[in-house]
């Protein structure tokens, strides 16, 4: 499927369309629960509306008939004909999947299949159910407002404007069903023609010039090359119903009274700049100067508009007086796409930065020479800015995940026979695009646990004193250089003792390991493989599965999570990762000559400790914090050749990891402090090399290897 010359309006739609695609999912399973709410009914219709015109103009015609209908549908609904219902909503999100489905072959360059004939037929049966489907007044009324403005032959009028002329013209055609024409005679507009001119803005995908055309022929009985008064009021009274829009020459009049007094009953150039003065405010509206005669122009496109939405990056709207900018002609671009490729070129370039900084920050410090020093600082600052600058341009807010959340709890309710109310928090956080990405997976398998095995019955809860609907709480918000997820659920809890049983029933641990267990060790049970509390294994859950991949896609984003749980009360599950994969601070430590990088976000506590105090459990070396044994590992004879010498030191410093549901202590030989590194891949000799996440240059510049530490467990750890 080719566009052509359309290839660009085509990359505007599909950001545009998108966009909104995204928020209808949400709106919608919103309206399930205000179905009284008219501002979301009217957001839903005209969601619709520019999804269905967008494709239209593109001449996409499967994806136009499908929001046609629905957005009919919506049509019926806002003027209070048909109520919302579940049965509704569950024909309207399969519509909502349908359009969907299109708009990702739209994306693919492949022509759009239309949707099922099964689909197509419930929705028309829902429009006619209750009487015929109502036609939809505001598109007729935009194409009379561009048959009276897109004859300017100097000036064309801005999109603002054309919504604002609209918005005045029709206040109650959105409240009223369309009504026969008012006048009579020839000039009456029928059923059929006023049919015949919806397909031709809207449902055969022609663009509406032809149908601009149309509507001076129907309306106008004079012949001449003028519009009058008289015909502009007929023309406007079939549009809206007699009395329902407010009367164009009567604010022509209040306007200009001295015009209006004249024997001529034509509206003049400067009575209609006078009306648009009054519908805009003063000097917001293009000079009119031609006469309204020469015949109607097709609209044209719009300026292309870019957002952040795959290789968009966006930049804030530049301040001062939209209506300055108007008024001066072509607004100033405020937004420029730019492919994600050269953004993610110039973070590497930073990254570079950053090294070179490092470098120059520990030789400034080592140099004694104040001038020189002073240098490196405001470099440094300089370098800071400028990395937190470039991670802004790859940053998107998290509600582009959370945005998907209504539905799957919706859907995932009504096929368990639950009421569950969700609520999203903190949706403009923002966070690397890459972990916007990676986080959508974890967070949608968590969602629907506290779905399935968090919330409880209706007649449970009512039974505990609860309330019938149970509520689950998506939560996000920014700590330092982290991002806290949290999902929070008031159902029944998570047990321990019913953890520590079904432990000891897989034979994953025995009795008295599993008495031993607190309460946080407990609840991290449920990451182990294979680990399930449900009795019964279903579509949803059971088989023990998922919380395992949870818990490692996590540690690959260098992340952690945290289970908080009381019985019958409810669980909160709460995700720590960082802001940005690129950039990661570490524990730089030494292994003999050899500086090696670990996480900082797995490292819990560094301590000096006395190797003579180390206690040896079941063939494995441990010491004990807090009374609590702690497995032991010396790095230097796994990472370092002729590591082991077969003596150890008196004294060493000891770094305590957090690996899954345990803790280990790490024997390592000196400490270098926290340094922040650049993530480089190893050469594709080194790559799958077991323990190695990947490499660095160190602020002395010596080259480090940053540990992937549940992988180097699993290779050499016995």
């Given at each position: 499927m080719s566009f052509g010359e359309d290839e660009e309006i085509l990359q505007d739609f599909l950001v545009e369309a998108g966009e909104i695609l995204e928020h209808l999912s949400e709106q919608l399973v919103d309206l399930e629960q205000r179905p009284a709410d008219k501002d979301l009914l009217n957001a839903i219709f005209r969601g619709f509306h520019t999804v269905k015109g967008g494709a239209g103009f593109l001449q996409l015609t499967a994806l136009v008939e499908c929001c046609h209908v629905t957005e009919n549908l919506f049509d019926m609904l806002r003027t209070g004909k048909r109520s919302v219902t579940s049965t509704l909503m569950d024909v309207v999100l399969q519509a909502l999947d349908a359009v969907n489905e299109m708009f990702t072959q739209v994306k693919a360059g492949q022509d759009p299949q239309p949707a099922s004939p099964e689909l197509m037929a419930q929705l028309e049966a829902m429009l006619h159910s209750d009487g015929p489907a109502p036609v939809a007044a505001p598109p007729v009324a935009a194409a009379a407002a561009l048959?009276?403005?897109?004859?300017?032959?100097?000036?064309?009028?801005?999109?603002?404007?054309?919504?604002?002329?609209?918005?005045?013209?029709?206040?109650?055609?959105?409240?009223?069903?369309?009504?026969?024409?008012?006048?009579?005679g020839t000039d009456d507009i029928t059923d059929d023609e006023f049919e015949s001119l919806l397909d031709q803005l809207h449902g055969k995908g022609q663009p509406g010039a032809a149908a601009v055309s149309n509507v001076i022929e129907i309306a106008g009985g004079s012949h001449s090359?003028?519009?009058?008064?008289?015909?502009?009021?007929?023309?406007?009274?079939?549009?809206?119903?007699?009395?329902?829009?407010?009367?164009?020459?009567?604010?022509?009049?209040?306007?200009?009274?001295?015009?209006?007094?004249?024997?001529?009953?034509?509206?003049?150039?400067?009575?209609?700049?006078?009306?648009?003065?009054?519908?805009?405010?003063?000097?917001?509206?293009?000079?009119?100067?031609?006469?309204?005669?020469?015949?109607?122009?097709?609209?044209?496109?719009?300026?292309?508009?870019?957002?952040?939405?795959?290789?968009?990056?966006?930049?804030?709207?530049?301040?001062?007086?939209?209506?300055?900018?108007?008024?001066?002609?072509?607004?100033?671009?405020?937004?420029?796409?730019?492919?994600?490729?050269?953004l993610d070129d110039i973070m590497n370039m930073v990254g570079e930065l950053v090294l070179v900084r490092n470098r120059l920050v520990r030789l400034g410090a080592s140099?004694?020479?104040?001038?020189?020093?002073?240098?490196?600082?405001?470099?440094?600052?300089?370098?800071?800015?400028?990395?937190?600058?470039?991670?802004k341009t790859r940053m998107q807010p998290i509600k582009k995940v959370f945005g998907r959340f209504p539905r799957v709890v919706r859907d995932?309710?009504?096929?368990?026979?639950?009421e569950v109310v969700l609520e999203l928090q903190g949706e403009e956080t923002d966070l690397d695009k890459n972990l916007v990405e990676a986080l959508a997976d974890p967070l949608v398998h968590l969602v629907r646990n506290a779905v399935d095995h968090g919330i409880e019955n209706p007649e449970k809860r009512e039974q505990a004193g609860k309330p019938r609907a149970g509520k689950i709480v998506l939560a996000a918000e920014q700590e330092g250089d982290h991002i806290l997820l949290?999902?929070?659920?008031?159902?029944?809890?998570?047990?321990?003792?019913?953890?520590?049983q079904k432990v000891v029933e897989k034979g994953l641990l025995d009795s008295d390991a599993a008495a031993r267990l607190n309460d946080t060790e407990c609840y991290n049970l449920i990451f182990l493989p294979g680990f399930s509390t449900k009795a019964e294994i279903s579509d949803v859950s059971g088989r023990g599965v998922g919380m395992d991949v949870v818990k490692t896609k996590i540690s690959q984003l260098n992340g952690s999570i945290q289970i908080i749980s009381k019985v019958g009360e409810g669980t909160r599950l709460v995700i720590k990762v960082p802001l940005t994969l690129a950039i990661?601070?570490?524990?730089?430590?030494?292994?003999?000559?050899?500086?090696?990088?670990?996480?900082?976000?797995?490292?819990?506590?560094?301590?000096h400790m006395d190797l003579t105090?180390?206690?040896?459990?079941?063939?494995?070396?441990?010491?004990?914090?807090?009374?609590?044994?702690?497995?032991?590992?010396?790095?230097?004879?796994?990472?370092?050749?002729?590591?082991?010498?077969?003596?150890?030191?008196?004294?060493?410093?000891?770094?305590?990891?957090?690996?899954?549901?345990?803790?280990?202590?790490?024997?390592v030989d000196q400490l270098i402090g926290q340094e922040e590194v650049v993530i480089k891949p190893l050469g594709k000799m080194l790559q799958g090399t077991p323990g190695m996440a990947g490499a660095t240059i160190t602020g002395d510049g010596r080259i480090a290897l940053i540990l992937d530490v549940p992988s180097m467990l699993k290779r050499y750890a016995r």
């Amino acid at each position: 499927m080719s566009f052509g010359e359309d290839e660009e309006i085509l990359q505007d739609f599909l950001v545009e369309a998108g966009e909104i695609l995204e928020h209808l999912s949400e709106q919608l399973v919103d309206l399930e629960q205000r179905p009284a709410d008219k501002d979301l009914l009217n957001a839903i219709f005209r969601g619709f509306h520019t999804v269905k015109g967008g494709a239209g103009f593109l001449q996409l015609t499967a994806l136009v008939e499908c929001c046609h209908v629905t957005e009919n549908l919506f049509d019926m609904l806002r003027t209070g004909k048909r109520s919302v219902t579940s049965t509704l909503m569950d024909v309207v999100l399969q519509a909502l999947d349908a359009v969907n489905e299109m708009f990702t072959q739209v994306k693919a360059g492949q022509d759009p299949q239309p949707a099922s004939p099964e689909l197509m037929a419930q929705l028309e049966a829902m429009l006619h159910s209750d009487g015929p489907a109502p036609v939809a007044a505001p598109p007729v009324a935009a194409a009379a407002a561009l048959a009276v403005e897109s004859n300017q032959a100097s000036q064309d009028i801005t999109d603002a404007e054309f919504e604002q002329f609209l918005d005045a013209l029709t206040p109650a055609a959105e409240t009223a069903a369309a009504t026969p024409a008012a006048s009579s005679g020839t000039d009456d507009i029928t059923d059929d023609e006023f049919e015949s001119l919806l397909d031709q803005l809207h449902g055969k995908g022609q663009p509406g010039a032809a149908a601009v055309s149309n509507v001076i022929e129907i309306a106008g009985g004079s012949h001449s090359d003028e519009i009058t008064a008289d015909e502009f009021e007929a023309l406007l009274d079939q549009l809206h119903g007699k009395g329902s829009a407010p009367r164009v020459e009567e604010t022509v009049v209040a306007a200009a009274p001295a015009a209006s007094a004249g024997n001529s009953d034509t509206i003049q150039d400067d009575e209609f700049e006078a009306l648009l003065d009054q519908l805009h405010g003063k000097g917001q509206a293009p000079e009119v100067s031609a006469p309204v005669s020469a015949p109607p122009t097709p609209m044209p496109p719009p300026e292309p508009k870019a957002a952040t939405a795959g290789k968009v990056a966006d930049r804030p709207a530049a301040s001062g007086d939209d209506t300055d900018a108007q008024k001066g002609g072509n607004a100033a671009e405020t937004t420029v796409r730019v492919d994600t490729q050269r953004l993610d070129d110039i973070m590497n370039m930073v990254g570079e930065l950053v090294l070179v900084r490092n470098r120059l920050v520990r030789l400034g410090a080592s140099s004694g020479d104040e001038a020189l020093t002073k240098a490196v600082g405001n470099l440094d600052v300089v370098t800071a800015d400028l990395q937190s600058a470039v991670m802004k341009t790859r940053m998107q807010p998290i509600k582009k995940v959370f945005g998907r959340f209504p539905r799957v709890v919706r859907d995932l309710a009504r096929s368990l026979k639950k009421e569950v109310v969700l609520e999203l928090q903190g949706e403009e956080t923002d966070l690397d695009k890459n972990l916007v990405e990676a986080l959508a997976d974890p967070l949608v398998h968590l969602v629907r646990n506290a779905v399935d095995h968090g919330i409880e019955n209706p007649e449970k809860r009512e039974q505990a004193g609860k309330p019938r609907a149970g509520k689950i709480v998506l939560a996000a918000e920014q700590e330092g250089d982290h991002i806290l997820l949290s999902i929070t659920d008031d159902g029944a809890g998570m047990d321990t003792e019913v953890l520590r049983q079904k432990v000891v029933e897989k034979g994953l641990l025995d009795s008295d390991a599993a008495a031993r267990l607190n309460d946080t060790e407990c609840y991290n049970l449920i990451f182990l493989p294979g680990f399930s509390t449900k009795a019964e294994i279903s579509d949803v859950s059971g088989r023990g599965v998922g919380m395992d991949v949870v818990k490692t896609k996590i540690s690959q984003l260098n992340g952690s999570i945290q289970i908080i749980s009381k019985v019958g009360e409810g669980t909160r599950l709460v995700i720590k990762v960082p802001l940005t994969l690129a950039i990661m601070p570490t524990l730089m430590v030494m292994l003999g000559q050899q500086a090696f990088a670990l996480p900082l976000a797995s490292v819990n506590e560094i301590f000096h400790m006395d190797l003579t105090r180390i206690n040896v459990v079941d063939g494995r070396e441990v010491i004990t914090v807090r009374e609590k044994a702690i497995p032991l590992f010396f790095l230097k004879h796994w990472l370092v050749k002729n590591g082991y010498s077969g003596e150890r030191p008196e004294q060493a410093h000891v770094v305590i990891v957090s690996v899954g549901i345990q803790r280990v202590g790490f024997v390592v030989d000196q400490l270098i402090g926290q340094e922040e590194v650049v993530i480089k891949p190893l050469g594709k000799m080194l790559q799958g090399t077991p323990g190695m996440a990947g490499a660095t240059i160190t602020g002395d510049g010596r080259i480090a290897l940053i540990l992937d530490v549940p992988s180097m467990l699993k290779r050499y750890a016995r």
